[in-house]
């Protein structure tokens, strides 16, 4: 039998220095973890003798730098070779045994430390509460509106569903753009802080390899937010491959912690994520721009003016008080967050649905379409029953869309797809309107066609009261697209407005859409979904039933009731969608006029 080694006493600092007495000499250790393999040792050295000690970092296996360490503390310590090298012996078996627990332990499968936590029993009724309410559309609404925000309705309501949309296959992306100070950081703030702080990241800025690096699920249905589009202008690559293909893999070169040798590693990031970015840009990357919803923020002077009376309110004790509610608002939400399940969502009235296709990347517009409103229907599943179905052996739950979620995406469609698809920034969208409205204010005061009337730069900017480099940028892009023609005098321009269109035709719409309405006697006539046949009648087959070919349907979804107006479940859409548009005519194909996506309008 082998004698046994005696056990060493040694001591382990919190970060991680070792220290080893033996006799009247102290032995202090620091940057083993830096070695990550057993290859190599290199570690800063330090021995004391009462007030003598001698310092150095040394490769505690490489014989040539040991024996200039050990002559050196003999020296300084005045002890003899002999002893200092048996307590070498004895501090490299130690340390050894330290670099190897290490090791191991860096190996071992790291648990997920952004696991969200346990939600309680109050917080968990809170939140079912908010889900399960009638109203859940008009409430976000109203408590995006509470935690800060000023007007911005329909944009926040878009960025609260995309944010909803990272429990789906295919998340929304959406870029918030607007002009410095206007407020596009401040809606992002507030809607990222409804979401559960585990599922949302939050950058400055990114590098273009930082992505890959980020852990194989740890971006997996979640929130990834970039303050400034700019930061991540080297990142976009990558963005643009883990929003369209879900995943990111990179091959790169890296040690084997085992064997210290170059060996090709494989890096792999898990989608979905859903991208939330801001900028101040006008031109940005068009293939990170076409795989975004585009929100552009109000910045006419009575937003400005409703910001500053909000901002004067914040400082009375009503604003105190409102701060205090604001954060219950904000933790019901985060649970509510927590609650949402990844589901499938099957849509019922898919095939009815219509979209302009006279572009290449209304191709890509219409995904966004269609998860839209795959977002609003998740974002209800406790309003609604869960179906099942199987395929290929396995079970697969799902909801399915309602007609009010198709008739509240197609009232944000028009507003946020119809922006993005504007050949104008929306800057540029609005110094055209303004000057529509300058150049039909003096034809009227001088009694002379609008075509007559001529501006100068410096007339616009002290009418609209818009900066001299920002005026700028956006003349010269109405230039460029036609809109304008800048008559030269030396040096000064006298513009001409070319646009011949009424000023609410200035504002981009995007048409093409199947109004939900139109839906019932469609989806009636195709698959008995409503009217008299089965379906909605109480008295016969349930709605929805589970798709024919490859799924069979196991369980069909319960009845669901119809609301009196197929929009009644969200409140502002029943408000502005008159029942009389079921009877009315199909509308006659849109057009485009100077850039403009026109809806046709009715006779």
Not at 436 to 446: I, P, Y
Request: hydrophobic share 40%.
């Amino acid at each position: 039998m082998p004698p046994s080694v005696p056990e060493i006493p040694v001591e382990i600092s919190e970060n991680g220095e070792l220290r080893l007495v033996l006799g009247d000499r102290v032995y202090t250790v620091r940057g083993i973890e830096k070695n990550t393999s057993y290859e190599q040792l290199r570690v800063w050295l330090k021995v004391a003798r009462g007030e003598f000690f001698h310092v150095d970092t040394v490769e505690l296996y490489h014989a040539k730098q040991r024996g200039g360490w050990l002559k050196q503390a003999s020296i300084e310590l005045g002890l003899s070779d002999e002893v200092l090298r048996s307590d070498l012996g004895k501090l490299l078996r130690v340390v050894e045994q330290r670099q190897d627990a290490l090791i191991r332990a860096k190996l071992q499968p790291k648990a997920p430390e952004d696991a969200a936590p346990a939600l309680s029993e109050e917080q968990r009724e809170g939140a079912l509460v908010l889900l399960k309410d009638p109203r859940l559309i008009e409430r976000i609404v109203a408590d995006v509106e509470a935690t800060g925000v000023v007007g911005e309705a329909s944009n926040a309501l878009v960025a609260y569903l995309a944010c909803v949309s990272r429990k789906l296959d295919k998340p929304l992306a959406i870029l918030i753009q607007s002009t410095s100070a206007a407020g596009k950081s401040t809606l992002m703030d507030a809607v990222l802080a409804l979401m559960p702080e585990a599922e949302r990241v939050q950058y400055s800025a990114m590098t273009g390899q930082s992505l890959f690096y980020l852990g194989e699920t740890s971006m997996k249905h979640k929130v990834l937010a970039i303050a400034e589009e700019e930061g991540v202008r080297q990142a976009a690559y990558a963005l643009k491959l883990l929003q369209s293909q879900g995943e990111l893999t990179i091959a790169s070169t890296g040690k084997d912690p085992i064997t210290g040798q170059l060996v090709t590693q494989e890096y792999r990031v898990e989608g979905p994520v859903m991208l939330f970015l801001t900028t101040t840009a006008i031109d940005i990357d068009e293939e990170l721009l076409n795989r975004c919803l585009v929100l552009t923020i109000d910045e006419s002077r009575a937003q400005t003016a409703a910001i500053q009376q909000r901002q004067r309110a914040s400082r009375t004790l009503d604003g105190l008080l409102a701060r205090t509610r604001a954060s219950e608002v904000l933790a019901t939400h985060r649970a509510a967050q927590a609650l949402l399940r990844p589901l499938a969502v099957v849509n019922p009235y898919a095939e009815p649905l219509s979209f302009a296709s006279d572009r290449v990347r209304l191709r890509r517009d219409h995904a966004k379409y269609l998860a839209l409103i795959d977002a609003i229907a998740l974002l209800h599943q406790y309003q609604r029953p869960v179906g099942t179905a199987e395929a290929q052996g396995k079970r697969v739950e799902y909801i399915e869309v309602t007609l009010a979620d198709i008739a509240l995406a197609n009232r944000l469609a028009h507003e946020v797809l119809g922006r993005s698809l504007d050949e104008l920034p929306p800057q540029t969208r609005r110094l055209l309107q303004h000057l529509v409205e300058l150049a039909e204010g003096r034809a009227r005061e001088q009694r002379v066609d609008r075509a007559a009337i001529r501006f100068t730069r410096r007339e616009v900017r002290e009418a609209i009261a818009w900066g001299d480099t920002q005026l700028k940028v956006h003349l010269s892009r109405l230039e460029d697209h036609e809109y304008l023609i800048a008559h030269r005098r030396g040096t000064r321009h006298d513009y001409e407005l070319l646009f011949d269109c009424r000023i609410g035709d200035a504002s981009p719409q995007l048409v093409g859409l199947q109004e939900a309405e139109r839906l019932v006697a469609t989806s009636t006539d195709r698959s008995g979904v409503s009217g008299d046949r089965s379906g909605r009648n109480e008295e016969r087959a349930g709605s929805g039933r589970p798709s024919v070919g490859a799924w069979s349907g196991v369980g069909r979804v319960d009845e669901m009731a119809v609301p009196a107006h197929l929009a009644a479940d969200h409140l502002s859409l029943a408000a502005a969608k008159p029942e009389s548009v079921v009877l009315e005519a199909p509308l006659p194909p849109p057009s485009r006029r100077n850039g403009a996506v026109v809806a046709a309008a009715r006779n």
